[in-house]
């Protein structure tokens, strides 16, 4: 049996990549059946329908309430009875209305290790820090999302990267991007194989 999966994506998309490649090599035993944005410009979009994946922009309209919006999102999600929704590159918080509506487990990847430096700009905080002394290692994560708890819940797979006052930003956020592909992907392999 192959795995379903539903990527929800607000970016770049880098990490949808990695996991398209690894379903279409067949190193992960599943499928991305779908591909959510709430970005009609994302680059994940134009990634899904360049793979041939459904590609669907569901934004939220102005005024509209989190968790209408977050209801509207789940029904779009559930119409694809994924076994699992992956948030890869997310980048609205989600609210009780969508977990508790959406009816498959829920995954995250977050930029940073169990319990450190929650919500957005992780790699630069964590560069930040190692720049003033403060830190030699950060990482990446992937957990299951049970709550609107913000990169919380239990962890899946993580893996610790080193880093240094020498790093460049860049050179760091390099580091942690590629870490968070195979992670993501290895973390779905335990999941789906
Ligand atoms: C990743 O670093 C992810 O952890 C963070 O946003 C980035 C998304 O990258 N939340 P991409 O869109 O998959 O390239």
Same mark, same amino acid.
């Given at each position: 049996?192959?795995? =379903?999966?539903?990527? &929800?994506?607000?970016?770049?998309?880098?990490? &949808? *990549?990695?996991?398209?490649?690894?379903?279409?090599?067949?190193?992960? !035993?599943?499928?991305?059946?779908?591909?959510?944005?709430?970005?009609?410009? !994302? =680059?994940?979009? *134009?990634?899904?329908?360049?793979?041939?994946?459904?590609?669907?922009?569901?934004?939220?309209?102005?005024?509209? &309430?989190? =968790?209408?919006?977050?209801?509207?999102?789940?029904?779009?999600?559930? *119409?694809?009875?994924?076994?699992?929704?992956?948030?890869?590159?997310?980048?609205?918080?989600?609210?009780?209305?969508?977990?508790?509506?959406?009816?498959?487990?829920?995954?995250?990847?977050?930029?940073? /290790?169990?319990?450190?430096?929650?919500?957005?700009?992780?790699?630069? =905080?964590?560069?930040?820090?190692?720049? &003033?002394?403060?830190?030699?290692?950060?990482?990446?994560?992937?957990?299951?999302?049970?709550?609107?708890?913000?990169?919380?819940?239990?962890?899946? !797979?993580?893996?610790?990267?080193?880093?240094?006052?020498?790093?460049? /930003?860049?050179?760091?956020?390099?580091?942690?991007?590629?870490?968070?592909?195979?992670?993501?992907?290895? !973390?779905?392999? *335990?999941?789906?194989?």
């Amino acid at each position: 049996m192959t795995g =379903r999966l539903v990527v &929800l994506a607000s970016g770049t998309g880098t990490n &949808l *990549q990695a996991i398209m490649d690894a379903c279409s090599t067949n190193v992960l !035993a599943a499928d991305v059946v779908a591909v959510i944005s709430n970005n009609g410009d !994302a =680059r994940a979009l *134009q990634r899904a329908r360049d793979a041939g994946i459904e590609a669907v922009c569901l934004e939220k309209e102005q005024g509209e &309430l989190r =968790r209408d919006y977050d209801t509207r999102l789940a029904a779009c999600v559930a *119409q694809y009875v994924p076994d699992y929704v992956v948030l890869a590159g997310w980048m609205l918080l989600l609210s009780a209305n969508f977990l508790d509506h959406v009816g498959s487990p829920v995954i995250n990847l977050h930029p940073a /290790l169990p319990g450190e430096l929650p919500g957005v700009n992780s790699i630069e =905080r964590a560069h930040a820090e190692a720049v &003033l002394g403060e830190r030699v290692r950060s990482g990446a994560m992937v957990h299951f999302v049970p709550d609107e708890g913000v990169d919380t819940g239990p962890v899946i !797979a993580s893996v610790e990267i080193a880093v240094s006052a020498q790093d460049s /930003l860049e050179e760091f956020t390099k580091r942690v991007h590629e870490a968070e592909h195979k992670l993501l992907v290895d !973390a779905l392999i *335990q999941l789906c194989n």
